[in-house]
């Protein structure tokens, strides 16, 4: 009987496992410098967001070529300036693309994931940072990929920067390796900064109120205490 019931639990929890493993998480998963994490795809986090710009740029290696689209986003849920990715493979290349990734964002947090449901060819199976948090980047399967003149889902990289600028980089390889120049993040508030606006912020509230009861003093409104 024992027995039994042992294994009644084992199946439960292995039940609850795989279906944890079927459902998508609602966020992208957050990495850390040197971390790596397996990606299920998520939902598309830039509805309601603010499009600020887009740049296009062409690839071409020795077997693969296509062309590259970046958008920078804000607001909506976002938590700061965040990053969406296009990757269309033309009919050109003779081989996959394996892996793509993306610089400079040291100093930031990054959060990564894929549009579910998005693109034509396989989606990402994990996502990494560098050590030093400079590239993080998109890996897929052996034998998978962005197959030629197919488009890959939307990548995307959450970002807490507060703008961007021209100077970043995305490479592109499968052995062989293109990069294109696009828009990197930029300005993250520094917690000392956060400090001293707060502080100066209840300063100007009390220097206010002060300056308010010395004014009813003089007008006889209020009685001194």
């Given amino acids: ?33 040197g971390e790596s994490s397996i990606v299920y795809g998520a939902a598309d ?48 290349g003779t081989a996959a693309l394996e892996r793509l990734t993306m610089s400079f964002f040291a100093g930031f947090q990054t ?32 034998n998978e990929g962005i197959p030629p003149d197919t488009v890959a889902p939307f990548l995307y990289i959450l970002t807490n920067a507060t703008g961007y600028g021209l100077g970043g980089v995305v490479s592109l390889m499968n052995g062989d390796v293109a990069s294109v120049s696009v828009y990197k993040p930029v300005g993250v508030p520094e917690p000392a900064s956060v400090l001293l606006v707060g502080a100066g912020i209840v300063a100007l509230g009390l220097f206010w109120r002060q300056g ?13 205490s």
């Fill in 1 to 33: 009987m024992k027995t039994l019931l042992l294994a009644g639990k084992i199946g439960a929890v292995l039940l609850m496992l795989v279906a944890g493993l079927a459902v998508a998480p609602a966020a992208a998963v957050p990495v850390a410098p």
């Fill in 45 to 92: 986090p830039f509805a309601g967001a603010t499009l600020l710009a887009t740049i296009s740029a062409p690839f071409a290696s020795f077997d693969f070529s296509g062309l590259l689209t970046q958008q920078v986003y804000s607001g909506g849920s976002l938590p700061g300036v965040s990053f969406r990715y296009t990757i269309a493979a033309d009919s050109l």
């Fill in 111 to 142: 959060n990564l994931d894929y549009v579910l449901g998005s693109g034509t060819s396989d989606a990402p199976l994990t996502v990494s940072r560098q050590a030093n948090g400079n590239s993080v980047g998109f890996t897929w399967a052996t």
């Fill in 212 to 224: 308010r009861r010395v004014a009813r003093l003089c007008e006889g409104t209020e009685s001194p």
